[in-house]
Structure formats: C-alpha cells, structure tokens
C-alpha cells in the first residue's frame, strides 16, 4: 500500500531531509486518496486521516511533515460528496508539492546574495536548501570553497559531498570533530532546519548547535536555510520539538554493544540551536532575523489555535 510504503522509506530514511519527507507524505496522501473508493464522505474521511496519522508518526521532529499534511487534509471535513473530497485532497497536495520545490528556489536564489566572492563556507548534514543557496552562489560566479562534515552517525555528508563535486564545487571533507580547527578558515556556516519554533531557535541534525557554538566564538556568521512549512505552529501554545532517538545499531554494532553489558548508546538525532547564535533564517518570503519566527508562523501557516485543544 503507498502510504505504509512511503511511511517504512521515511522511518528507515531512505527517503530523509525535511522537504523530501513533506512533499513524499503530500504525494503518498494524494495518491491514497485516488485508490480509496469509500462509500461516504465520512467513510472517505476517516480512512485519509488514519493514512495521515501513519505517515506524522514515522519520525517526530522534522515538522515540515506534520505541516505538509495538514495542508493537504485541510477542510476535507467540509466537502459534500466523496469526489469533491478526493479533489481537495489531490488539490491541496499538488498545491503542497510545487509549492515547495518553488520554495527551494527561491531561497537558493535568496541564500546565494549572503555568500560573496571568495567565501569559505561550512555546511553540516544534507540540506536541498542550504546547498540550494550554496550552489546558486557558485553559479553565479561566485568563487566559493566548501567544508563539509561527515555526520556521524548516518553520513549523511557523503551525499552532500556528491553533490557538491557534481556541482563543480571545490569540497574538503571532514570528520564532525574537526569544525573548530578549520572554523579560522570559515566565512559563513549555512545548514537546514528540520523545525524552527516561535522563539527562534532551531532543531537540526545533531552536531549543529555544537557547528553554531563554535561559529559564535569564532565570530563567524551562521545562516539557516528553511521554509516556512518548517517553522512550528504548536510551540507558539509551548509544545515542545521532540527529538527523535534512534537505534542504538547506527552508533554500535550490536555484536559489539552486547559485548559491553555497562555501556548504553544514546543516538539522538537532531539538537537545538538557540536563536542568539543564528544571524538570518532565510525563507521564500526573504531572510527573517530568528526573533521573528512568530510572525511567520502566525502569518504562513495557517493553523488556527482553537485546533490545538
Ligand atoms: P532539507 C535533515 O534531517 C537534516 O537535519 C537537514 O539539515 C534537514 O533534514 C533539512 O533538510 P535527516 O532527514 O529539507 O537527515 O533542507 O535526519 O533537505
């Protein structure tokens, strides 16, 4: 079935980044909605909202994906037959989708005008809108150099390092540890978001608050790359970003932890940047300075507060 499907790639990260992960439940929503043939609305409805809860439940902290699908299901309750349900759905998905991709454009073309000539740019993890920005710059014409890290423990710094060369873009490659020593060399950090909440700060993939921290006391600047389906309405009621933990295995073998009865392996994921260490959060409706997350959630993201009672 698509929707446990796309659920079981996005739980096992094979489809992973927190754009992707929207724009896949979007399309795997939109396609659930045109196989299902229910009876009723009702009927219609209460099967799209079960697809629904499968695919918010894969991972916990990128909210671009709990975003995404309250988009696409938004007013399915208020059409009157199943059909005009089914094109809402597959409206509003589509909508979602280009909207999106036209989202990374735009801040790739934003991003790119805070890099100059000759800058030596830090990136942590993979992020489609920070390399967006990054090589808008480059083919721009800009001269640019990049350092990009490893991130243990998923490398996700293997594909960003990919696509950098395939870019044409000068790369160096280092393990996670090593930012501080090369931070001297640094002009600008840029990375992704995968959830920015009301007062600014930003979840990312873990090891960026210790990339933001290190930046700070170096006085380089740090800009983040994010859309504003990534921004998260319900910390505005003081719900926390929870931070996903995943198995053990992606650290430690389990051949080897069960040789180590006292060690426990913890694998967060993603940690928090605090707003003061971020100078601009790029979005498709221009650069913010991170205190002003509140107005973009309040003016982007359409959820109304009632729902979170
Ligand atoms: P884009 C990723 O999470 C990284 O943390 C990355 O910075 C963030 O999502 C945003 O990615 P993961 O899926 O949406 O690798 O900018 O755990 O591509």
Redesign the pocket.
Known sequence: MIVTDTAEKIKS?EI???????RAAAEALRDHALSIQPPYTAAFQQEMERAASILVAT?P??V?LPNAVHMVMNGIGEAKTVDEARSGVVQRAEHFIQSSQHA?EKIAEFGARHIRDGDKILT????????GCIIEAHRSGKEIEVFATE?RP?N?GLITIRTLNDAGIKTNFIVDSAVRSFINEIDLVV????AVTVNGAVV??IG?SQVAHTAKEARVNMIV???TY?FAPKTVVGDLITI?ERPSSEVLSDEIAKTLPHVTVRNP??DVTPAEYIDLIVTEQGAIPPQMAYIIIREYLGWDIAEFH
């Open positions: 990260m992973r980044g927190a754009g992707r992960i929207a991972r902290t990128a671009s990374v942590h993890c993979n992020s489609e809108v920070a390399l991130v998923r996700q990375v992704g978001a995968d990312n993939k960026t790359a994010a859309e990534k996903e994921a993603f």
